[in-house]
């Protein structure tokens, strides 16, 4: 994001991202339990901030030097009787509940739900110094939260880190399992930019102005 502070604090229509992505998860699924990985160094910061804003009620974990190891710190703050994981990108805060619920139904059935969405722009392989286009016909935008039958993906982190792991789902295809993928949405955007933010200011306006407080 180019500044100081870390973008899931920043605020997006009046509210914290990461309040947003907690609360969405609320909303969806009022009897979930929700882990909040952090940075050591940002746990009380988050504490401070949060105290400001209506925050939905959550847990905080030490996260570590990858995102693997912070999902897998995760993982480990969840009691063994959990049925389904969630994890999904504090700086998603847009997921709605009908996202949130399709997902969950698809890894009830499969095991493992991946939202998705089609690849709209032209796509194009650059080797050395020539480049050619490619089909985006088969081509799919991976999204979060990534829902799994909690033993795959607790079974799945039980091995060390490769680079190769860019998200959950790569961690459990890694250990033998296969991927279910199920309708994402367009509006389940990643802020990690400033021109996100300004994307994020009017998503949050839309919502606001069409559904109240409520996703």
């Known amino acids: 994001m180019g500044g100081t502070l870390p973008k899931q604090f920043a605020l997006v229509g009046g509210e914290p991202i990461l309040a947003r992505t907690i609360n969405t998860f609320r909303k969806a699924l009022p009897a979930s339990r929700i882990v909040v990985v952090l940075p050591a160094e940002y746990i009380d910061f988050w504490k401070n901030l949060s105290a400001r804003f209506e925050v939905a009620k959550h847990s905080l974990v030490e996260g570590g ?107 459990v295809e890694f250990s033998g399992e296969k991927i279910a993928l199920c309708e994402g949405e367009y509006a389940n955007i990643k802020i990690t930019s400033p021109n996100d933010m300004i994307l994020g200011e009017a998503i949050a306006k839309e919502i606001k102005e069409s559904h109240g407080e409520g996703l």
């Open 65 to 171: 030097a990858e995102r693997f190891y912070s999902v897998k710190n995760g993982i480990e703050a969840l009691s063994e009787a959990v049925d389904l994981i969630a994890v999904q990108d504090g700086v998603r805060p847009f997921a709605s509940k009908e996202l949130i619920l399709r997902a969950v139904k698809c890894a009830a059935e499969n095991g493992s739900a991946i939202p998705v969405v089609k690849a709209v722009d032209s796509y194009r392989v650059v080797e050395g110094e020539e480049s050619h286009i490619i089909d985006r016909t088969p081509l799919r935008i991976v999204q979060t939260p990534q829902i799994f039958a909690a033993p795959i993906l607790r079974a799945a982190y039980d091995t060390d880190f490769r680079n190769e792991f860019t998200d959950d789902a790569s961690v």
